[in-house]
Structure formats: structure tokens, C-alpha cells
């Protein structure tokens, strides 16, 4: 026999004889957990023949950042070898990938990064001694868009036996934070602006033991409290700064503290915190879904935590090209008015029903003639649908840039400005405070000037997925983005990806890992990002739940002082995230970016404080030891510990 026969699996007498140069391609790839697609034996994440930097290759597997692939060696493996890179699928598109090899969790090879049309990247990895190997993929560091990777000619050189394809480690999803008490707890944000004249309403929002009875004192002239209810509703008309005191009592006891009403030019002096159809509906969102999600945010109790805003994304309008199967008519009626499909046939019904429960609702459109998925938007029709939402009563518009790329004359900054402008000018003249939001994916540093078109907030990046490399490489994107928020003016990176999501009526569970669930909200709030939340809420587990309703959490990211957190510190695996509070306090987070456990330590110095620190931590919602020169602590992979500092400040 030939030597390399040997490579096949002999089976014989009930065992399995091994050979030497074992294909990669022959084992159990449905074992590979990866961001998008499936992989192949032979074949590209496209099913297309291995193609990497113009060379083609007749063995290996395509896969898709991220992906782990873990194979028990049994300490019986000489060397791993292969060619990677990124497949010539992906030519002229901005892929980004980093290989890397570990044997029993220690790093023996990375890649570095690689782009399309690159050549092959040999690898040549000892595994002597090694139980288990991991072959992994992650994104560059910007997205996982395209990110098609190859191991091609990949194999294993054993010495006897056979390498088994084992299933990635599952991390239990542990719930850190305790439920709340029967006593009354006052959540939400402690400030809230409304324009003089403008319809006001806001919830006052408390956790403990119903009925609850609020009371508050010191409220502007024309706004009045709904004592059961907690309802603040009305219209008040004098400038300037209400402190109310603001009082929670039930059968177990009673909670106060005041609550700032500014009357002004400003409004969202907090991040938004709702809820978005997008992600867990896509197209097929429609009025009855829109009325459960602001049931399910009342029923599970995330409405006691602050959480407020019911946003309809794209699809409640009419496809102007006729191809709409919910509409019959034409988009706008003989005045100009936008029409809704026939999801939504009482639109004015609808926000009055979410009004009804304490909650806001929010609307969308684009600048351009079209929406993303080509219904009726709103360019030259700016005056007409900005009354139509206020008359509706919507109190938030996303406004997606969509189809307007094919009306501005280029990608300047006066360009990409422009229609922001126009729907800031008439918003300004509709009796209505309504949140803006600008959608266009961070385009010309949006940052930078989205405060000064009148936004309340603005996407930096594009769409967000649930996977490690999107949100990391999103969230820890935005350091030196701080200097452009502060109330009423917010960085925002896209929605939130935990529970079950999908984009359409197929959901799945977030792919991210319980602890990069905790590094996702951990990092939204301290960036004081809007937090939307984008799963279906009526599959709400216990887990999820316990994410989205954890109040010193949820004040770091409501703190009134409005700003959004530095990077202090960072290395090739861990970072530190440090953002100012009102009370002098500081919230800080450590992160841990690598594939292992990692020690995270910062130094009171660094962080700009001294002395003795009362250190909490806000998950656990447990006091720790008090920190004289450091905090440190063990994080998990792609993990994070959030503590927040009160002591003295340089």
C-alpha cells in the first residue's frame, strides 16, 4: 500500500486505526460554530471551489468569521498544516480576517490580518502534546461582512489514532443580578425635557409590590400625576428646571428622590431606551405586533425599569411601484398624505393604545423617495409627513438615509447634512417633541455634526449582527466618539442584539455567549448609547430578562451628567472603559477581548481617581473590597466585570 492511503480512516475489528496526515475536510464540520452560512468540505461558505489570492485548492474547508472549531488530538498529533486566507469570492469587498491556532487553550499561531486577493498564508503548527485543538477565525476588527475564510489543504499529522471534532464549549447562562424586593424601588431616568406648549407624558417607573401609589411635588403649572398610574401628563409652558419630588409607596415601605423636568429647547436628555420591530420582524411587522410589544414591555416588567420607547420600523407604508401585497391604492392620498398599508389601519389608534400604557411609540422614513426596502418615503414631502406623525402623536423618528445616496450629488459633508437639516426645520414647527434619530451608518463622521443638524441621536456604524466580531468590533469602535455626546445628543451603534432575533418572522437565539451578552450591555451604557432592544419580547427568557432590568446598570447608562465613557487602558486582549456620573462617582468596565480567561487590572492612577474607593459591583449588585492603588480581577472570555468607584478625584 502507498503511504498516503494511510490517510483514510480504517475501520477494522470495531476500532478505529489512524493514520498519518489526517484531511481536516473528513471530519464532523457541523461541529464549527460560525457567524453566517455553513461550512463545506472541498467548498467555500458560497459552495464555490477554495480559491485564495488566485490559487485553487482541492481540499480544506470554507467557513465564516467568527468560527471556532475544536478537535481532540489526545496528545497523539505531530503538526497542523494548511494554506489560509480570504476566498476570492470576496474580491473587492472590504473583508477582514485574522486566523489563529490554539493548542489547549494557549495561542501557537495567528495569521495577522488578511484582505481579498492576498496570497496563501502557509501554516506550520507543533501540536506535541496537545489535547485539544482549536482553529479559529475572527474579523479584523470592523465587521463580519464577507468574511469568507479558507483552511485549505488543511491537515492533521497524527501519530495514532484520530482526531475527533468535538462540540464547542456551552457557557451557562448565569443570572448575576438578584430580582428586586417587595419595598418600592424608583427606576428610570432622574431628568426629562420637554419643549414649552408641547404634549408632555412620562412614567414615573418603580419596581416593588403592586398597587404602588405615587406622589409628586413640585410639579410645572399644566402637568398633573396619574397617582396610580404613575403618569405624568400635560402641558407645560414656563422655561426652566422643576425638581420634583418624586415619592413610591405600597404595603413594604416607601422610596423618594427628585426627578428634574426641563422645560426648554432640549428634549432626550437621556439615551432612548425601547424597543425596535426591525430585528425580530423585518417587513412583516404589523399592528398587532406593535400592540404585543408594548403589552409584553408592561407585563414583563421592563416598562417598571424605564424602558419606554415602541418603535415601528420599515414596512408600515405602500410600495409606490405597485408591487406591495399589502396595499391596493396609491401611496399618498389626493393631498399629498402618506397612506399606510393595510398592517396599520388606524395608526391614530395605535399610539393612542401604546399612549395608554404609559409608554411612547416611535415612527419611520428616509430622506430619499424610497425606504431600505423600497416603500414610500418622505423626500420633498418633509412639511406634510412630519405634521401627519405629530397628528398621529409619534414621539421618535428614525430617519434611515436609504435611497437619498441617489439624490445627493456626492458624499460631502454638506451633502450628507442636507436632508437632516430639512426634517430638523420642520420638526421645529410641529407642536410635538419628537426624538430625532438619524440613520446613515457613521458616513462623513456623522459625529461630528450630527448635534449640529439638530439630531438626538446618530448611527455610527452600520447594521449590527449577533455575533462576537459585529458587536465587539462595533462597541469597542467608538473610543474617541466621547467628545461628541452629551445630553440630548447621543453616539448610538446600533440596536441591541441579546434573546431571540432574526430579521423576519424566523428567530433564532442570539448567538452571542452569555458573557458576551454582559460585555454588550456593559458597553452600551457606559457608551450611554440609546438601547433598543431588537428580540421578540414575547419569548423572553428568565436570562434575557434579568439583561435588560438590572437599575444600576441601567443608570450608568441614564446618568444625567450625559457622558459617554473613555478607553483608560488597553492591550492586545483587555480593555478599560471608564465614564464620569453626576454623583462624582465613576462607572468603570474591564473587558476582556481574548480567547481565555485573562487578569485585568487598572490603576486608581490611570483612571483619574485616588484615595480610598467603595468599589460595587453592578451586576452582582454587591459591595467588594476597597481599592487604595488598583482594581483587579479575573474575566471571563470575552467577558467583563462592571464596577462603579465612589472616593476621591484628582
Given at each position: 500500500m502507498r503511504p498516503f492511503i494511510a490517510l483514510a480512516i480504517v475501520l477494522a475489528a470495531g476500532s478505529l486505526v489512524a493514520a498519518k496526515d489526517f484531511p481536516l475536510d473528513k471530519l464532523d464540520l457541523q461541529k464549527i460554530v460560525q457567524g453566517w452560512g455553513s461550512t463545506k468540505a472541498g467548498r467555500s461558505v458560497d459552495n464555490n471551489p477554495l480559491r485564495i489570492g488566485g490559487k485553487e485548492f482541492s481540499s480544506g474547508i470554507g467557513t465564516h468569521a467568527s468560527s471556532r472549531f475544536y478537535i481532540e488530538l489526545g496528545g497523539q498529533a505531530r503538526r497542523f498544516r494548511a494554506f489560509v486566507g480570504v476566498d476570492d469570492e470576496c474580491l473587492g469587498t472590504s473583508a477582514t480576517i485574522k486566523f489563529l491556532v490554539y493548542g489547549d487553550g494557549k495561542k501557537l499561531w495567528e495569521s495577522g490580518i488578511l484582505r481579498p486577493a492576498m496570497a496563501p498564508v502557509p501554516v506550520d503548527v507543533k501540536l506535541a502534546g496537545v489535547d485539544v485543538l482549536l482553529l479559529m477565525v475572527t474579523g479584523g476588527g470592523d465587521n463580519i461582512n464577507y468574511d469568507h475564510a479558507d483552511w485549505a489543504s488543511a491537515r492533521i499529522d497524527m501519530i495514532d489514532g484520530v482526531p475527533v471534532?468535538?462540540?464547542a464549549p456551552r457557557e451557562e447562562a448565569v443570572i448575576l443580578t438578584p430580582k428586586p424586593g417587595p419595598k418600592p424601588r424608583l427606576t428610570g431616568p432622574r431628568i426629562v425635557g420637554t419643549r414649552p406648549g408641547n404634549p408632555f407624558i412620562h412614567r414615573i417607573t418603580a419596581t416593588g409590590?403592586?398597587?404602588?401609589?405615587?406622589?409628586?411635588?413640585?410639579?410645572?403649572?399644566?402637568?398633573?400625576?396619574?397617582?396610580?398610574?404613575?403618569?405624568?401628563?400635560?402641558?407645560?409652558?414656563?422655561?426652566?428646571?422643576?425638581?420634583?419630588?418624586?415619592?413610591?409607596?405600597?404595603?413594604?415601605?416607601?422610596?423618594?428622590?427628585t426627578l428634574r423636568i426641563e422645560t426648554g429647547?432640549?428634549?432626550?436628555?437621556?439615551?432612548?431606551?425601547?424597543?425596535?420591530?426591525?430585528?425580530?420582524?423585518?417587513?412583516?411587522?404589523?399592528?398587532?405586533?406593535?400592540?404585543?410589544?408594548?403589552?409584553?414591555?408592561?407585563?414583563?416588567?421592563?416598562?417598571?425599569?424605564?424602558?419606554?420607547?415602541?418603535?415601528?420600523?420599515?414596512?408600515?407604508?405602500?410600495?409606490?411601484d405597485g408591487s406591495d401585497p399589502d396595499a391596493t391604492g396609491p401611496a399618498r392620498d389626493e393631498n399629498g398624505l402618506i397612506i399606510c398599508n393595510?398592517?396599520?389601519?388606524?395608526?391614530?389608534?395605535?399610539?393612542?393604545?401604546?399612549?395608554?400604557?404609559?409608554?411612547?411609540?416611535?415612527?419611520?422614513?428616509?430622506?430619499?423617495?424610497?425606504?431600505?426596502?423600497?416603500?414610500?418615503?418622505?423626500?420633498?414631502?418633509?412639511?406634510?409627513?412630519?405634521?401627519?406623525?405629530?397628528?398621529?402623536?409619534?414621539?421618535?423618528?428614525?430617519?434611515?438615509?436609504?435611497?437619498?445616496?441617489?439624490?445627493?450629488?456626492?458624499?460631502?459633508?454638506?451633502?450628507?447634512?442636507?436632508?437632516?437639516?430639512?426634517m430638523r426645520s420642520v420638526l421645529d414647527q410641529v407642536p410635538r417633541d419628537i426624538v430625532y434619530s438619524l440613520c446613515q451608518y457613521g458616513m462623513g463622521e456623522v459625529w461630528e455634526w450630527g448635534a449640529q443638524v439638530g439630531g438626538n441621536c446618530w448611527r455610527t456604524t452600520g447594521d449590527i449582527v449577533d455575533t462576537w466580531d459585529s458587536m465587539a468590533g462595533i462597541g469597542f469602535d467608538q473610543a474617541g466618539k466621547e467628545q461628541h455626546a452629551s445630553p440630548g445628543h447621543w453616539n448610538d451603534p446600533d440596536m441591541l442584539v441579546v434573546g431571540y432575533v432574526g430579521w423576519g418572522p424566523n428567530l433564532h437565539p442570539s448567538r452571542l455567549t452569555p458573557n458576551e451578552q454582559y460585555t454588550h450591555i456593559s458597553l452600551w451604557c457606559l457608551l450611554a448609547s440609546p438601547?433598543?432592544?431588537?428580540?421578540?419580547?414575547?419569548?423572553?427568557?428568565?436570562?434575557?430578562?434579568?439583561?435588560?432590568?438590572?437599575?444600576?446598570?441601567?443608570?450608568?447608562?441614564?446618568?444625567?451628567?450625559?457622558r459617554q465613557a473613555r478607553r483608560v487602558q488597553s492591550s492586545n486582549e483587555t480593555q478599560v472603559w471608564a465614564k464620569e456620573m453626576e454623583d462624582g462617582s465613576l462607572a468603570v468596565g474591564l473587558f476582556n477581548l481574548g480567547e481565555l480567561q485573562a487578569d485585568v487590572e487598572v490603576s486608581l492612577e490611570t483612571l483619574g481617581v485616588s484615595g480610598n474607593q467603595r468599589v460595587r459591583d453592578l451586576w452582582r449588585q454587591q459591595d467588594l473590597e476597597t481599592a487604595t492603588e488598583s482594581i483587579a480581577h479575573k474575566v471571563p472570555r470575552h467577558g467583563v466585570v462592571l464596577v462603579r468607584l465612589w472616593g476621591e478625584r484628582k
Open positions: 471534532a468535538l462540540s409590590k403592586r398597587p404602588l401609589h405615587f406622589q409628586a411635588t413640585g410639579l410645572p403649572e399644566g402637568l398633573t400625576l396619574n397617582e396610580a398610574t404613575g403618569d405624568i401628563r400635560g402641558s407645560s409652558t414656563i422655561r426652566g428646571t422643576a425638581r420634583v419630588r418624586i415619592v413610591a409607596t405600597n404595603a413594604e415601605g416607601t422610596d423618594e428622590r429647547d432640549q428634549i432626550c436628555l437621556t439615551p432612548p431606551l425601547g424597543w425596535n420591530s426591525w430585528n425580530c420582524w423585518a417587513l412583516s411587522i404589523d399592528d398587532a405586533k406593535v400592540r404585543a410589544a408594548a403589552d409584553s414591555v408592561v407585563k414583563s416588567g421592563l416598562a417598571d425599569h424605564g424602558w419606554t420607547y415602541i418603535n415601528i420600523d420599515d414596512a408600515w407604508e405602500i410600495k409606490p393595510s398592517k396599520f389601519p388606524d395608526m391614530k389608534g395605535l399610539t393612542d393604545y401604546v399612549h395608554g400604557q404609559g409608554l411612547k411609540i416611535g415612527i419611520y422614513s428616509s430622506p430619499g423617495r424610497l425606504t431600505c426596502a423600497g416603500y414610500e418615503a418622505t423626500y420633498g414631502r418633509e412639511a406634510e409627513d412630519a405634521q401627519l406623525w405629530a397628528d398621529w402623536g409619534f414621539d421618535y423618528i428614525k430617519y434611515d438615509w436609504c435611497s437619498y445616496g441617489k439624490i445627493a450629488r456626492d458624499q460631502s459633508r454638506e451633502e450628507l447634512m442636507k436632508p437632516y437639516q430639512v438601547l433598543l432592544i431588537g428580540c421578540d419580547l414575547a419569548r423572553l427568557d428568565d436570562f434575557t430578562l434579568s439583561l435588560l432590568t438590572n437599575d444600576e446598570v441601567l443608570d450608568v447608562n441614564q446618568d444625567p451628567l450625559g
